[in-house]
């Protein structure tokens, strides 16, 4: 589907609904170094091999990596656009997955045109190529700076990542209580990854709970525990996806299993997003 009939259904899709708002999965982190972004390649890389149309963005508007991590070298990104030196044809690169990526760039106005095209809000065309795939992931850059809370508070839902470390949960914390000050009825969901076993991740998750709980009196769901896996760190190295590069071990089969049931929710209309298990 080229932008021009991408542009077209998504006009079509809001004379019959009225203004239309997509579903849009945004990862973030209280601090970096978590492995937000391998999660998010590896899941929008899953979700593409399953045959859905998936556009993963990276809006790390200082920090993008998401391209590096996939072995990619776009020649253009979204500031590059919103100046109008490129067409939004020429931002998109397709990975050999058949993913879809596009960098962020620097600049304010790229942060309003993604949030816009989030909400389902015009914004120049980019709301059409988000309105026309079947999943976009929105992979936001670490901690609680102005431009992450504004663009976190577009998405639905958001999976926070977290790791068992101290200083992970701190920041986790601090993260899940600005983002619901912004947007009170955002829907917020833990992903704990780099867990040694099952049983960690689970300590990790009560105690983070438990905080919210007390302290900002309402509850956290849990999405996924991710095992820690060496395989991950290989898959960094050579800048391959895990769920590519070393789709049998065990971390690449979590992660296919945990987009393979995010496609299906979305399939069936579930508003819930399950937790995925051992």
Do not use: Y
């Given at each position: 589907?080229?932008?021009?009939?991408?542009?077209?259904?998504?006009?079509?899709?809001?004379?019959?609904?009225?203004?239309?708002?997509?579903?849009?999965?945004?990862?973030?982190?209280?601090?970096?170094?978590?492995?937000?972004?391998?999660?998010?390649?590896?899941?929008?890389?899953?979700?593409?091999?399953?045959?859905?149309?998936?556009?993963?963005?990276?809006?790390?508007?200082?920090?993008?990596?998401?391209?590096?991590?996939?072995?990619?070298?776009?020649?253009?990104?979204?500031?590059?656009?919103?100046r109008g030196i490129v067409s939004?044809?020429?931002?998109?690169?397709?990975?050999p997955s058949g993913v879809e990526v596009i960098v962020a760039g620097r600049g304010g106005e790229v942060a309003r045109r993604i949030r816009d095209a989030a909400l389902g809000r015009p914004a120049e065309g980019l709301e059409a190529v988000v309105a026309s795939r079947d999943l976009t992931v929105l992979d936001l850059g670490a901690g609680i700076g102005?431009?992450?809370?504004?663009l976190a508070g577009a998405c639905d839902p958001v999976w926070l990542v977290a790791t068992p470390e101290p200083t992970s949960l701190a920041d986790a914390y601090a993260t899940a209580k600005r983002l619901w000050e912004r947007r009170p009825s955002l829907e917020i969901e833990l992903v704990v990854n780099r867990a040694s076993d099952r049983a960690e991740g689970e300590r990790t998750y009560r105690a983070l709970a438990r905080l919210v709980e007390?302290?900002?009196?309402?509850?956290?769901?849990?999405?996924?525990?991710?095992?820690e896996d060496p395989a991950m760190t290989r898959a960094v190295s050579t800048q391959v996806p895990v769920v590519l590069g070393e789709p049998d071990t065990a971390i690449a089969r979590r992660l296919r299993l945990l987009a393979e049931s995010m496609l299906e929710e979305r399939r069936g209309g579930t508003r819930g997003w399950q937790t995925v298990g051992d």
């Open positions: 589907m080229t932008l021009h009939q991408a542009q077209g259904l998504a006009r079509r899709m809001t004379a019959r609904r009225g203004t239309t708002r997509p579903r849009i999965l945004g990862i973030v982190s209280g601090k970096g170094g978590v492995g937000k972004s391998a999660l998010a390649i590896n899941l929008a890389t899953s979700a593409a091999r399953t045959g859905a149309r998936t556009i993963l963005v990276d809006g790390d508007l200082g920090l993008a990596n998401a391209d590096l991590l996939m072995g990619l070298l776009p020649r253009h990104d979204l500031a590059q656009w919103c939004l044809e020429q931002v998109v690169c397709r990975a102005e431009d992450v809370l504004d007390r302290f900002l009196d309402r509850p956290l769901a849990l999405r996924s525990i991710l095992p």
